[in-house]
């Protein structure tokens, strides 16, 4: 049995292969949450957006590349639509952004509008017509231990390895980066300096949703692929992303890596039981979450004394003319 | 030019006026989204009238919905009240249940049959597996200072599994395997005949689990208007520095908080197995989406107690409705939307109760007569 | 400015204020605390809109939407609370929001904005390291990254609020000297303050203004320090001159701290083994630039920190470190300089926050119970016998003004009979009217035989109240005078870390 064969290397590609909707969410989030707006609706966002991404590969006839490439779209312009409620609500009328994600979350979930938009268009029933298929990068996808892992995967995976970069050398590295890190930690600052707090918070949250939908569209187009009523299509990815910007510290590259991580963890169940190692399969499914609760404890004990962490104005709206 | 200012002091009619006038917004946007998507809201809404409330037994049925959601509902309440977000009420309800059909089912070898028996000791068992499953996150928030929304949320999920687990995947005290049709289609043991809770009324039928909820949220009205508890609870949830000038003890109170909640989200558990199902069935409580309703419920009743009553019941039709009338001509999903329309319009609704709208013209130059400025509640 | 009229909910804040000021003048804005000054400020810098009025700039009216506005044209303000972003270094702050030369840049080129800020620091005598971090600097440093923001955007006018609150004496002086400068290079400076000799220190003219309306325009020469004050209080007022105490106080020692060590939030101690004693009936306060540990030696003595090592008595009782209600038990009253949020909780009725001590025991509570009568019956005397102004006792904390929030608060603590009270800031953003009843507050207790520690930015009030005079600098009391033959060059001195003579 080759190497590419083994345990090992099976849950590492795999785990790229899960995390990549985790990154793509967390990267959308991170951004909304850098501008000091918190968007716990992620979850409502992803499933919605695997729908529509689901539904765009239905109507729209053509080869692989234009469809997929337009279904992507969709579903991130759907995940942005749905933000757009929580932008509205939170910026413009100011109201709680942890009800107000929440309620998205409720509303656009797997018992709300993503169910209703596959009910009316009988999503579930149809086949699944396109997917993105892994692409052999330059030959390579045979090579031991990397092959699989690095050069075996989709056109999505890859995208998101080239967004993580430009959202870190965004934030970085550019002067709209440091507009929207001085809004999320400094409003009135950024205010009194002339820079568009609203605009700025309006804009990431809308990138944040679409970032979501096309994270939820890699399930109904690539992980499993096909599309079903409920939440178990994501089945909490929305969440664990929510988590692993806090477990990056707000960083993308640190994102990627939790990304991976927690996708790991998601694939072990079955690939331990591909291989023969009974355990309990709820006691797997529970990990992620477990070690997220773990991830999540130990970054919250170190941020107490650091003096990195969350954009000082996360999950306050700013007002200007209050006395 | 619009302008908001902040309000000084709230009428009274305001609080009322703003819930319902949302509501009726709410259905209003309803209404417009279905006749878009061809079907007709007239139509819809007297069906949904009709099965949640005025058909024949529909009341009854709606309050079977509606009692685990005033329990989730006041979990919720209890903690957002203090600024402590658990939205864990949906895994503190199935680890309840756990807890009351263990004791049941003590109580059931033991010979035992008298049924306030049952009731108290299933409530009992139930309040204190909801509390310690809420202590969880409540230790690590206190302690660690680690965010309940993303703690309490995951734990959800792992009590998901383990209900799955003791029914479905191993041999355990909770699963019958009595029968060989048991031992091949995994099911919970049924619980003993004292184990039944009553119910009162014979043409609308009250579920003793509901009237339990009543007296849950009287007590929990008492204890935050009119106790020490209640008044610490009230000054650490608007400003923690303030109650930690006072010397108040913020760690124990989030404890504290944590655990009413929990617990009053395990009473919830408990009857759903009294009351309703007499089993442990993992497959039911976990498609129902009690623990998350229970939040919606929470937020447009703004966390007073007495109006989780009303709106769980209102609420409850409404997912009555939704069960009763699925099928191939009544729009699926439909009640997340709902649930989350109402929702979106009870937000936007808190802007006028915080907030004053004034439209004024933009202020004329020349120092000339000011602006006209309208007050537009 | 013409006809300025700016309502804010419950407050007429400017009513009709016109001023004008010209190029190359440094003109004060003076007044006392509440008198529209930064109202007025804010709307010059876009951040307000006029309910009325105009705004002329060089001849032509303008109108500004946003600060953007304002920062295009030329108007830059140095705030009373600095609008940085603290994890960001200086020249990130520095280059924020400008759209000319480097900040049209794309990618942020850090080099060469550095070595402009080193170049304007220069030239000033702003020195500053660009590439440090904000939290990182005093806040003496941090008021000089303001003013280079904008002489890095070359600003015409720049306005300076109440920019001496955070300096010693001698910054004081050097920040009038570099004022000055900016004003015959031609730029136009606005300086708003409420402190009678800094005015007549800088300024070429001055503009006072009283409850919302401007009184007059003066220019400085031919204004004393005597007339300004009438015209800023609308009547004779006697000048800071100090009560002589009887009888010196000579009680036993009620508080004593023994080499108390606090660790700070950000690495480092706040509190570096200081010693302290105070009598009962004598008024001790603690002098010192903001930062140098004196917000955490009022919260390590009334309980909320916990110190690493050393004790704090009262009477002959040890406190308990980090407990509040013990150190509450003991007799110690905290009016905490952070007034809506750690004193007061905001959104609560008067009544709920003026049962903070008392709401443990009969008769406010009845076994876990409370009674909601006499917590209101209660608040409603302390309102009456303290003279605060509310429409009544449910009414939300923060619809109070300062001095009545301070009232409250002392009153709050003066009726749990206490042996220590810590004043923090207790007279900083209030009225003339409102300093005198606080200081009146103080006095009497202190003649009651409370020890009063009186910690304050304010040197004058210092001197006026206190029998000693203990100064912080980074942690540690620097030195101790006599406040009868103190003098303000003395204390500044040790303020700024000079050593004791």
């Not at chain 1, 409920?230 to 909490?236: C, H, I, P, Y």
């Not at chain 3, 708003?192 to 325009?217: F, N, P, Q, Y």
């Not at chain 3, 003066?414 to 923090?424: E, R, Y």
Request: proline share 4%.
């Amino acid at each position: 049995m080759s190497v590419n064969n083994s345990l090992v290397v099976v849950v590492l590609a795999q785990a790229v292969l899960y995390g990549t909707p985790l990154l793509y969410a967390a990267l959308g989030e991170l951004l909304a949450e850098r501008s000091g707006v918190l968007n716990l609706g992620v979850e409502g966002m992803m499933l919605f957006g695997a729908a529509v991404g689901y539904w765009v590969t239905q109507t729209v006839h053509g080869a692989d590349a234009p469809v997929l490439i337009l279904a992507v779209v969709g579903a991130g312009l759907s995940g942005a639509a749905m933000a757009a409620i929580h932008a509205f609500l939170t910026i413009t009328l100011r109201a709680s952004q942890i009800v107000s994600g929440l309620a998205l979350t409720i509303f656009a979930g797997g018992l709300g509008l993503s169910a209703y938009f596959g009910a009316e268009l009988d999503l579930a029933s149809l086949p699944t017509t396109h997917q993105f298929a892994s692409l052999d990068v330059l030959g390579l996808a045979d090579l031991p231990v990397v092959g699989p892992i690095l050069f075996d995967q989709s056109a999505l995976v890859y995208a998101s390895w080239v967004l993580t970069l430009v959202v870190a050398v965004y934030l970085g590295r550019t002067r709209w980066g440091l507009n929207v890190r001085a809004v999320g930690e400094a409003p009135a600052s950024a205010d009194a300096m002339g820079i568009n707090v609203t605009l700025y918070r309006y804009v990431h949250v809308l990138i944040g949703g679409a970032l979501a939908g096309i994270g939820g569209a890699c399930y109904s187009l690539s992980i499993i692929p096909n599309w079903f009523a409920g939440d178990s299509l994501v089945n909490g990815a929305g969440w664990i992303a929510i988590a692993l910007v806090i477990f990056a510290f707000w960083r993308p590259g640190l994102c990627l890596l939790g990304a991976y991580l927690f996708g790991g963890l998601s694939a072990l169940p079955a690939a331990l039981q591909a291989h023969g190692v009974t355990i309990a399969p709820e006691f797997l499914y529970s990990l992620p979450y477990v070690m997220t609760i773990v991830v999540l404890v130990i970054v919250s004990t170190s941020l107490a004394k650091r003096r990195l962490g969350a954009p000082a104005a996360l999950g306050v709206p700013y007002v200007r003319e209050e006395r | 030019m619009i302008r908001l200012e902040r309000r000084l002091e709230q009428p009274r009619w305001l609080l009322v006026a703003v819930p319902v006038g949302s509501l009726i917004v709410a259905f209003a946007i309803m209404a417009v989204i279905l006749a878009v998507t061809g079907h007709d809201p007239g139509h819809t809404y007297r069906q949904m009238l009709d099965a949640g409330f005025t058909g024949n037994g529909a009341f009854s049925a709606t309050f079977i919905s509606a009692t685990p959601i005033l329990f989730t509902g006041l979990a919720a309440a209890a903690a957002f009240r203090m600024q402590l977000f658990n939205i864990g009420a949906e895994g503190q309800l199935y680890l309840g249940a756990v807890g009351a059909s263990w004791i049941a089912l003590q109580l059931g070898e033991r010979g035992l049959d008298s049924t306030p028996l049952y009731v108290v000791a299933m409530c009992f068992a139930a309040g204190v597996m909801g509390a310690l499953w809420a202590l969880i996150p409540g230790v690590l928030r206190a302690f660690a200072n680690t965010n309940e929304i993303i703690t309490t949320l995951m734990l959800n999920y792992v009590a998901g599994f383990l209900i799955t687990y003791l029914i479905f995947d191993s041999s355990s005290y909770w699963r019958d395997v009595s029968t060989l049709q048991a031992q091949s289609f995994p099911q919970g043991k049924p619980m003993p005949a004292g184990a039944e809770w009553p119910t009162f009324g014979s043409s609308v039928v009250v579920p003793l689990g509901f009237l339990i909820g009543l007296g849950v949220a009287a007590a929990l009205w008492v204890l935050y208007s009119r106790t020490r508890f209640g008044f610490e609870v009230s000054v650490i949830a608007d400003s923690p520095r303030a109650a930690r000038y006072a010397g108040m003890r913020t760690r124990r109170k989030i404890l504290a908080v944590m655990a009413i909640s929990g617990g009053i989200a395990g009473i919830g558990g408990a009857s759903q197995i009294g009351d309703f199902t007499h089993t442990l069935d993992p497959t039911g409580l976990q498609g129902a989406a009690f623990g998350y309703t229970g939040i919606v419920v929470a937020a447009l009743a703004r966390y007073n107690p007495f109006a989780v009553c009303l709106v769980a019941v209102l609420l409850g039709g409404l997912q009555n409705a939704g069960f009763t009338l699925q099928g191939p001509d009544f729009p699926s999903g439909l009640v997340g939307v709902m649930q989350g329309i109402i929702l979106f319009c009870a937000l936007g609704g808190e802007l006028l109760i915080r907030y004053r709208v004034t439209i004024s013209r933009r202020a004329r130059q020349q120092g000339d007569a000011g602006p006209a400025a309208e007050p537009a509640r | 400015m013409t006809g300025i009229t700016k309502r804010f909910p419950g407050v007429l804040a400017n009513e009709d204020v016109s001023f004008e000021a010209a190029v190359g003048e440094v003109h004060a804005l003076l007044g006392e605390n509440g008198a529209g000054k930064t109202t007025l400020s804010n709307i010059l810098t876009g951040l307000y809109r006029p309910d009325e009025g105009q705004i002329e700039l060089y001849g032509e009216v303008v109108h500004f939407h946003s600060p953007r506005d304002a920062l295009n044209a030329g108007i830059c303000m140095v705030h009373q609370h600095f609008r940085l972003v603290e994890p960001f270094t200086v020249a990130e702050n520095v280059v924020l929001g400008d759209h000319r030369s480097e900040g049209r840049r794309f990618f942020v080129h850090s080099p060469a904005i550095e070595r402009r800020v080193e170049e304007l620091g220069e030239r000033y005598g702003l020195g500053v390291d660009a590439r440090s971090r904000i939290w990182q600097l005093s806040v003496g440093e941090q008021q000089r990254v303001e003013i280079l923001k904008a002489l890095y955007r070359e600003a015409r006018i720049l306005i300076m609020d109440e920019p001496t609150a955070v300096l010693t004496p001698q910054e004081a002086e050097a920040l009038f000297t570099i004022l000055r400068l900016m004003a015959q290079e031609g730029k136009t400076v606005i300086f708003i303050s409420h402190k009678l000799h800094e005015v007549k220190a800088v300024a070429d003219r001055v503009t006072v203004l009283r409850g919302g309306r401007t009184v007059e325009t003066v220019l400085a020469t031919d204004a004393t320090q005597r007339s300004l004050a009438a015209l800023m209080v609308g009547r004779e007022v006697e000048l800071g001159r100090r009560h002589e105490r009887e009888a010196k106080p000579d009680g036993e020692v009620v508080l004593e701290l023994d080499g108390v060590r606090v660790p700070g939030d950000r690495g480092g101690e706040a509190l570096n083994g200081v010693s302290l004693a105070l009598r009962s009936g004598e008024v001790v306060a603690v002098a010192g630039v903001a930062g140098n540990g004196q917000r955490e030696l009022a919260e390590t003595i009334s309980g909320m920190r916990a110190p690493s090592a050393g004790t704090i008595r009262v009477g002959a009782r040890e406190l308990r470190p980090g407990d509040a209600r013990d150190a509450i038990k003991a007799g110690v009253a905290h009016i905490p300089e952070d007034r809506l949020g750690t004193g007061l909780a905001p959104s609560l009725s008067i009544s709920r926050n003026a049962a903070f001590k008392t709401y443990r025991a009969a008769p406010i509570s009845r076994g876990p119970f409370l009674a909601m009568k006499r917590m209101g019956e209660l608040a409603q005397s302390l309102i009456q016998r303290y003279d605060v102004k509310a429409p009544g006792p449910e009414t939300p904390a923060r619809n109070l003004s300062g001095g009545n929030l301070q009232k409250l608060m002392l009153g709050r603590e003066f009726h749990g009979d206490p042996k220590v009270l810590i004043a923090a800031q207790p007279t900083r953003g209030l009225d003339v009217g409102a300093i005198e009843t606080v200081h009146g507050f103080l006095r009497d207790a202190a003649s009651d035989g409370v020890a009063v520690l009186l910690i304050s930015e304010d040197l004058d009030e210092i001197l006026a109240l206190a029998d000693r005079v203990v100064v912080m600098y980074e942690g540690a009391i620097v030195g101790e005078l006599e406040a009868g033959t103190a003098t303000v060059e003395e204390l500044g001195y040790l303020m700024a870390g000079g050593e004791a003579r």
